[in-house]
């Protein structure tokens, strides 16, 4: 009897630690969640006094000395005594996502029940009118006092009516879904109250302590563990602003490498504290390795679990395919500089297996030829070779060449062709899409550079590719580019669909755009100002002041938005003659020449006397002034 009560008290001390970090780990959860609306903000309420509660019950089970003990006890109300309010605020809440919001009524009964509360928690804390404590042998134990009747006739009336509230939000649900969620909520709704009640205070002094008071303890403590999790999920969609399935993904990624972590390292503290010897070591000395290698095990098995996890709980039929498209685009897309040091890598390599101190490779991946890297110090200027279009289309017209590895001399230089492996101009001859310099002073090809099956030219082959992919992730990153923007919704657009009370969801057909989502839209369509879904798919052809230019001028819509973009470019042109270098031209300048004449970066920078991240500064001011003074015109003709 002694072991089982031994085991019991272990098994309780774990459930209630478990208990105090799941409330914890859910309530700094919801804290980083959208609290404008009110079921987050009362659901954060709830988990609060769930944490106060459980917080104190934790420390109290650390077995502290009698006067820690009572105080414990008492600041533990902070969360018993404001359950009920919490409880029925939350309800309110979710009967106002249904379209009936209070009108004055349920809000005077919500703020009677905080100050009932309040009162409940002064008197326990500063007096013995609602519970007394006793000293027993085995601890110190808590008796009702004549006010616990006031406060358990409080504690049903505010939880039946909350439950009652519940009720009426899951009717008045008119979708599947969203009833589903109401009624997973209204099974779980009370469990927070129920799991903090002081049920201990309904037993005699000492008996808590028992068989059979450890048994009902962990028996609510089970219920209450599990309810916890199962409360979370509902909870969260209806406080949320993004979809169902990121909110599932969110949260169960969260649970299993947070709180799950954290109740591991919990058990196996608590069960391995009881043991004399473990594997021929003391317990003290084999705890710390243990909860290392139990942390370490489980977030293995997190790992390699999750997919699976997230495949039978979240992802259905096309979503998991769609999901794994985009898992798989995210794994093998590279940046572009990823791609740049690829290339690097392997021109050393060739010069290290040709033995030669200075390579070059160029691109043709742009709308100029640029060069993408360097090996050594080049013996020309960079202008040299790329403003050469004879020698360059030379180079191209050497991609139908049968002979292994053709190139042309240049000064020092053997210039190879780097050729697609996907795109071909005519179906059978392939496009040259870069260049390869290698030094070679007497103008003599090894042996190893025709060998067509040799190290060199595999070498070239993966030069190819890197080549190859860089243009076509240039071509994804454009698309990108352009049509994100156009679907990009901020939280206050996510607000005006939320799932929330009738009056909100009224459309306001005038309202402005918001300006950090038309500072994007603006953005992409000035980098797609000459063609390009950044300007041809924007959200900003649907302005008036576009469609009115529109209809003046009776062209198309693009054509519209692009004069209204290089009005807003030519507003912010000072008077005077142009200077490249006038702080005051700064702005205009970088637009003409970067979007209006489409220049590139290096090129805009040399001309304004500036460097490239001084430009890419300057450049979002200048996008930044076009926007607002799009949002000024566009106010204007709506007023």
Not at 226 to 236: I, W
Not at 363 to 374: A, Y
Not at 603 to 629: C, F, G, N, P
């Amino acid at each position: 009897m002694i072991l089982l009560t031994a085991l019991l008290q272990t098994v309780n001390e774990t459930l209630t630690a478990g208990n105090a970090i799941i409330a914890v780990s859910l309530l700094l959860f919801n804290l980083t969640r959208n609290l404008n609306n009110r079921v987050a903000k009362t659901s954060a309420v709830v988990l609060a006094c769930v944490t106060a509660a459980y917080v104190s019950d934790a420390f109290i089970a650390l077995g502290p000395d009698n006067a820690e003990h009572e105080i414990a006890s008492r600041l533990q109300w902070l969360g018993i005594a404001f359950i009920p309010a919490a409880i029925y605020h939350l309800s309110d809440a979710l009967l106002a996502t249904t379209g009936l919001p209070s009108r004055g009524r349920r809000r005077r009964v919500i703020r009677l029940l905080y100050l009932i509360g309040a009162v409940f928690l002064l008197a326990a804390a500063f007096s013995d009118s609602l519970v007394q404590f006793v000293t027993t042998q085995a601890s110190l134990s808590i008796q009702a006092r004549s006010a616990f009747v006031v406060y358990l006739l409080y504690f049903v009336l505010a939880n039946g009516f909350a439950f009652y509230n519940v009720q009426r939000a899951r009717k008045r649900c008119r979708t599947r879904s969203t009833a589903r969620r109401m009624g997973y909520l209204q099974i779980a709704f009370l469990t927070p109250a129920l799991g903090i009640f002081p049920y201990s205070v309904l037993l005699n002094p000492g008996d808590e302590f028992s068989v059979f008071g450890l048994l009902v303890i962990n028996t609510a403590n089970i219920i209450i563990f599990l309810m916890l999790f199962f409360l979370s999920y509902p909870l969260y969609f209806f406080g949320s602003d993004i979809p169902d399935r990121l909110v599932k993904k969110q949260l169960l990624d969260f649970l299993l490498r947070g709180p799950a972590t954290g109740l591991i390292a919990l058990a196996v503290i608590n069960f391995t504290a009881q043991a004399t010897r473990i594997l021929g070591l003391s317990s003290d000395a084999f705890t710390p390795p243990g909860v290392v290698a139990a942390v370490l095990l489980w977030q293995w098995f997190v790992s390699l679990a999750l997919p699976y996890f997230e495949k039978f709980f979240i992802y259905r039929d096309d979503d998991e395919a769609q999901i794994t498209k985009l898992q798989t685009l995210s794994d093998r897309v590279l940046t572009h500089n990823d791609l740049t040091q690829l290339i690097l890598a392997t021109t050393e390599s060739i010069c290290d297996h040709l033995r030669i101190d200075r390579a070059f490779v160029i691109g043709f991946e742009r709308t100029q030829p640029e060069f993408i890297c360097k090996v050594g110090a080049l013996d020309f200027a960079d202008e040299s070779l790329l403003q050469n279009a004879t020698l360059l289309q030379q180079i191209a017209e050497l991609s139908d060449h049968s002979d292994a590895s053709p190139h042309v001399p240049w000064q020092d230089y053997a210039l190879f062709p780097l050729l697609s492996r996907r795109v071909s101009s005519n179906g059978t001859q392939a496009l040259t899409i870069g260049v390869l310099g290698l030094f070679h002073q007497d103008n003599i090809i090894s042996e190893e550079i025709a060998d067509p099956t040799g190290h060199f030219q595999s070498l070239v082959d993966r030069l190819e590719t890197s080549l190859d992919d860089m243009r076509l992730q240039a071509e994804i990153y454009n698309l990108l580019e352009g049509l994100l923007p156009q679907f990009q919704m901020t939280r206050s657009r996510a607000e005006q669909v939320e799932y929330r009370q009738l009056v909100a969801l009224t459309p306001n057909i005038d309202l402005l755009p918001d300006r950090m989502e038309l500072f994007e839209q603006v953005r992409a369509a000035l980098r797609h100002y000459w063609g390009g879904s950044g300007i041809s798919q924007s959200n900003l052809l649907n302005l008036k002041i576009v469609r009115q230019r529109m209809q003046n001028d009776e062209d198309t819509p693009v054509n519209a938005l692009r004069k209204q973009l290089a009005d807003a470019i030519n507003e912010l042109k000072p008077h005077g003659e142009r200077n490249m270098v006038s702080p005051e031209w700064t702005l205009y300048n970088i637009l003409q020449l970067r979007f209006l004449e489409n220049r590139r970066v290096r090129e805009v920078a040399r001309r304004l006397s500036m460097s490239e991240a001084d430009l890419y500064r300057k450049q979002r001011v200048a996008i930044e002034a076009v926007t607002d003074l799009i949002l000024k015109q566009e106010q204007e003709i709506r007023n």
